[in-house]
């Protein structure tokens, strides 16, 4: 291989020199004939003439075999640029003489230019040269072409060269190197050789041509092997190295045993060149060296310091450098972020990857710029790791640090040093660096400051607007409404002026009701009440106004009534006519004479709690409909408890409300303002304080009443807004009042007339208001505990909404009753119901009736009922409201006391249930004489005509009374359907009696979760009604409830009330028999 590449080089040389030395005889001959034709005086023309001549025919050869020439000596494909190039031909030639002040013996070769030499630049600088100097030159192109040729040898030896040629056999090939394709240079610059060296003499090479990459002449073969060269100064200076002791051991590193503290040499600090001088083979001083494969550093460090070597000392180092092939797995070891560009190991290796350097010497910079920034002492490059990152980077993209940290091997340790807080401060440009971080810093925190001061005022300026902008549409939609509500209560007051002048000519027409069973409380109230829809549709027994020939019904409905349910009241409102002929076949269909409507809207608001006038308010496809079955009719609204949607719903239809405004009613409705209305009428209360507001106005109240009324057991604390006993609580004061007895004492001291006196009381007083708050904190009860669980918890609703104290009957039989009043538009007030209460879930929760009342004279109450409803008409109550009373007997006067207690100004479920039974029994309530009485059948008074004949004709009517309740409560129900329920109740016997007139009716409000239930039961007598009723419950939940699953119901406690009330009953039917034994003989009779 090596005879091969030998003869490629000889063939490729000698075609070179036969043209070279063409080119000169032309060119020589050429001079001659301008010469001689400048004197003829024709120079310009023939001497153009023929140069162009000697040009066209030299220019191909020269440029093809030159190619050829410089491709081999340069390993790199080159282009000699055209001949026409205005730009290359007009730059002159280097010159080749010698310079001044320099010997014969020197020859000093001067720069050339990077840009390859064109055959034109050749022809020049041939002119230039006299003949025997063109013929030494040609024999120097020669011999330097073809150095192994032994004519070339004796040559040189006859012209005084001392150089001695050896004789090469064998030439070592070129190593191959295998590397990645990079963008860049991938070659120095090349070197032409002067026209005239001397041959007396070696060639002698300056400070500046040593710099320019000896090693790459020697092995292009520009310079000879044997050739004697000298350097004006040595290429390298030695010096000796202080040692210094050690104080502590050293690791050895990857690469031989390097000191981890090193000494830094003082030495003139170097850089990378930049690419151009990269190219060109230029390189820097450097103050250390890098590490070397261990034999390339044994070697070094067994060499001695020289200041200068012969010349055939260098030969051999070049020689060695020449032919020693590097290890790819050298390492190149960084003392504090500066590389020892000298260093034989790092020469070497710049060598191999010469193709490759631009892209190496460029991660390079980067990574000593790195290892100087943060003061590393030492780092080793991995040079195979070096070439494979560095080729994957242009020169014109910095690599990044993890770049850099994935060529050193000892990565963990300057990764920890680089990730040092401080460590940027310590190394190059460390205070600057510093400087800047600081100043940075503070900018940023200025900058931060001012940014987040200027977003919170965008912030505060932003909710200001749209604190603003809500603000403007509140107050508008406020003024708004405001405006709307104050054109609905002016329009509720001209129709109520109407209403009341056409109420006698209405009540008598052709009319409408429109009944709107809505609880409009206030909004917590109605959060708290469960099943809010299930309570508005408690009244369903308003369908029964149909009674009236004249009436027609539209019920709104707050719940969605299946047909099988609205299949149910049909039939039970066709029952009158069979009621009256007693014939169960005569049942009329009066489904033209009522309607029951379900708002759209009941789904569309699930947890805004809304009333159901509410939501008939947003019904529009409702009210619609309402405004065509009303459509030229009279007709009118009743509602519930009154509500400002009301008059809206009102407003829409263009309909009077026969109620009251909704401010009046929700001001006397109230616990305390009821107070006022029964101390206006001047009717009994029971002692008592109102309208507290403060823990020290109930302590304070409280310890007064009860140095009041010493015989008071038990006292009621009572909330201003809630209803049905839910804001109800009592205390047996007396029982847990341990100065109760030193009290008593204190009053015996005082005659009646001086403890009347308010000084008497001061020290009583301070005793019971000392003990109230402990003593209540204990043994408070109220009556729906799973809402107020504690006395606390109680006492701060109480406190906010407001309340009275009230004295609880003195009497353990207490019988609480309730009457339902009407004031028409008219003025007149009518008493139209009355029935005592029962109380299935508590004493003071009521949860049915018996109608009508026996409990009070019927004279007593209408008095009593009268001057309330008088109190009610002068503050401008309408329509009809309800009264709770209280009797008892008192047990020191054994007289019967009845006390006022509560105002309801609303359409109660009393009335409804009185309603619906005056309805299927066809009765008649007389509210004056305390009667109910039902006309006799035409069936039953023709079948008494035919028997008893010779007797005298019964009377035309019987009385007759009921128990009813709303409340019935199972948790049972749910799991079996109403249909069910009806086909069990008539196998054991309960239904109605069309003949008799009496029996059982059921109130079913709900489909879905059927755990309500309404009974109503109609007979004769009061004892005998009670007795059926409870005995229906008890079948019922028998039949429901399995032995070990009783549910949740209130049936149980219903049947102990009921039974007490008979036991009561007959207590008093005794009593009345011995005190009027001739009236009660009569009554046997």
């Not at 010469?354 to 290892?371: A, N």
């Not at 400051?449 to 965008?458: D, G, S, T």
């Not at 109240?701 to 006993?725: C, H, I, P, T």
């Not at 009275?804 to 019988?815: D, H, K």
Request: with cysteine.
């Amino acid at each position: 291989m090596a005879g091969t590449a030998g003869q490629g080089e000889r063939v490729g040389a000698a075609p070179c020199c036969a043209v070279l030395l063409r080119v000169q005889e032309d060119l020589h001959k050429l001079k001659d004939q301008v010469k001689n034709i400048s004197l003829k005086g024709n120079v310009r023309a023939e001497g153009i003439g023929n140069l162009e001549t000697a040009t066209e025919r030299t220019e191909p050869g020269l440029r093809k075999h030159a190619e050829n020439y410089l491709s081999a000596v340069s390993r790199e494909v080159l282009t000699i640029s055209a001949a026409g190039n205005e730009e290359i031909r007009s730059k002159q030639p280097p010159g080749w003489g010698l310079p001044r002040g320099a010997s014969e013996n020197q020859l000093v070769l001067p720069p050339v230019p990077a840009e390859p030499m064109t055959a034109q630049a050749c022809s020049k600088a041939a002119l230039r040269l006299s003949p025997g100097s063109q013929k030494q030159l040609e024999m120097d192109v020669k011999i330097m072409l073809d150095p192994e040729n032994i004519n070339k040898k004796a040559v040189l030896k006859q012209q005084g060269y001392e150089t001695r040629l050896p004789r090469i056999t064998k030439r070592k090939p070129a190593p191959t190197n295998s590397q990645k394709g990079v963008k860049g240079h991938t070659t120095s610059q090349l070197w032409v050789l002067p026209a005239s060296p001397r041959v007396d003499s070696p060639l002698p090479l300056l400070e500046q041509d040593m710099k320019k990459d000896i090693l790459s002449l020697t092995e292009r073969r520009l310079i000879p092997p044997a050739a004697k060269i000298t350097f004006q100064t040595p290429p390298v200076v030695f010096k000796a190295a202080p040692l210094h002791e050690f104080h502590r051991q050293h690791k050895k590193s990857a690469v031989g045993e390097v000191s981890s503290k090193v000494e830094r040499v003082s030495t003139e600090p170097s850089a990378f060149p930049s690419s151009k001088e990269a190219s060109g083979g230029s390189s820097s001083k450097g103050n250390t060296a890098p590490l070397l494969p261990s034999s390339s550093l044994d070697s070094t460090r067994k060499s001695k310091p020289a200041h200068a070597y012969p010349a055939q000392q260098l030969h051999c180092e070049l020689q060695a450098a020449q032919t020693q092939d590097p290890s790819p797995d050298c390492d190149i070891a960084v003392y504090h972020g500066t590389i020892d560009q000298t260093a034989p190991g790092f020469l070497a290796f710049k060598q191999r990857y010469c193709l490759s350097w631009g892209s190496v010497v460029h991660f390079l910079e980067h990574t000593e710029k790195l290892l100087k920034d943060y003061a590393v002492p030492l780092a080793t490059i991995s040079c195979q790791k070096l070439v494979e990152a560095a080729s994957d980077f242009v020169l014109n993209e910095n690599p990044t640090k993890s770049d850099i940290l994935s060529v050193i091997k000892n990565r963990s340790t300057v990764e920890k040093i680089l990730n040092r807080p401080g460590q940027r401060y310590k190394g190059q440009g460390g205070p600057e660096m510093a400087a800047v971080k600081i100043q940075a810093t503070w900018r940023r925190h200025q900058a931060r400051r001012a940014y987040v001061r200027l977003r919170q005022q965008q912030w505060a300026s932003g909710v200001i607007a749209i604190s603003w902008l809500l603000r403007s549409h509140m107050a508008r939609v406020k003024k708004s409404l405001k405006e709307s509500r104050q054109r609905h209560l002016e329009n509720f007051y001209i129709r109520a002026k109407h209403l009341a002048a056409n109420w006698n000519r209405i009540r008598t027409s052709r009319r409408t009701i429109i009944h709107i069973p809505s609880l409009g409380y206030s909004q917590c109230i109605r959060e708290r009440t469960p099943d809010l829809a299930l309570q508005q549709n408690l009244q369903l027994g308003r369908l029964c106004d149909i009674l009236d020939a004249n009436v027609d019904v539209i019920y709104i409905c707050p719940l969605h009534l299946s047909e099988e349910l609205l299949q149910y009241y049909n039939k039970l409102l066709g029952l009158q006519a069979a009621v009256r002929s007693g014939n169960p076949e005569d049942m009329s269909d009066l489904q033209d004479r009522f309607r029951i409507l379900t708002p759209e809207a009941i789904n569309s608001f699930p947890r805004h709690h809304m009333c159901l006038a509410t939501q008939l308010k947003y019904s529009p496809k409702t009210i619609q409909r309402i405004k065509i079955l009303i459509q030229s009719r009279d007709a009118y609204i009743i509602g519930g408890v009154p509500h400002k949607d009301d008059l809206a719903v009102a407003d829409m239809l263009n309909v009077p409300i026969l109620g009251s405004v909704p401010e009046v009613a929700h001001l006397y409705s109230t616990k305390s303002g009821s107070k006022r209305i029964f101390a206006s009428a001047c009717v009994p209360t029971p002692p008592g304080e109102s309208d507290i507001y403060s823990h020290e106005q109930l302590i304070g109240a409280l310890s007064q009443l009860v140095v009041d009324n010493m015989e008071v057991r038990r006292w009621l604390f009572k909330m201003n807004d809630e209803y049905g006993g839910n804001g109800t609580a009592f205390c047996d004061i007396i029982l847990h009042l341990e100065c109760y007895h030193w009290v008593l004492k204190e009053r015996q001291k005082h005659s009646p007339e001086t403890w009347s006196k308010k000084w008497a009381h001061e020290p009583a007083l301070v005793k019971i208001s000392q003990e109230l708050p402990g003593l209540l904190a204990q043994h408070v009860q109220p009556v729906n505990e799973k809402r107020f669980p504690t006395w606390e918890k109680f006492l701060q609703t109480f406190l906010s909404q407001g309340g009275v104290i009230e004295a609880f009957p003195l009497s353990e039989n207490v019988t609480n009753l309730t009457v339902d009043m009407l004031i028409e538009p008219t003025g007149e007030i009518k008493v139209v119901s009355s029935g005592d209460q029962l109380h299935a879930d508590g004493p003071l929760r009521s949860s049915g009736t018996t109608i009508p009342q026996r409990s009070v004279d019927p004279a007593v109450l209408n008095s009593l009922c009268l001057k309330i409803g008088e109190a009610c008409k002068s503050k401008g109550v309408l329509g009809y409201f309800s009264v709770d009373f209280v009797t008892f007997i008192h047990p020191q006067t054994m007289e019967q006391q009845v006390w006022a207690t509560d105002l309801d100004l609303c359409y109660s479920d009393q009335l409804a249930l009185t309603q619906l039974t005056l309805y299927v029994s066809d009765g008649n309530l007389d509210c004056c004489s305390g009667l109910s009485e039902v006309p006799l059948g035409s069936r039953k008074l023709k079948s008494q005509g035919t028997q008893h004949k010779e007797t005298k004709m019964p009377s035309p009517g019987s009385s007759r009374c009921a128990v009813a309740s709303s409340q019935l409560r199972h948790s049972s129900l749910s799991v079996i359907y109403y249909s069910v329920l009806l086909q069990m109740c008539k196998a054991h016997g309960i239904g109605f009696d069309l003949q008799e007139n009496q029996g059982t009716v059921f109130i079913l409000y709900d489909d879905q979760k059927r755990y309500r239930l309404g009974m109503i039961t109609i007979g004769e007598d009061l004892q005998g009604v009670l007795m059926t009723f409870a005995r229906n419950l008890f079948i019922i939940h028998q039949e429901i409830s399995a032995p070990n699953m009783q549910g949740e119901t209130n049936f149980k406690m219903a049947i102990q009330d009921i039974e007490a009330i008979l036991g009561v009953t007959a207590e008093n039917k005794l009593k009345w028999e011995e005190e009027h034994p001739s009236k009660a003989d009569a009554l046997k009779e």
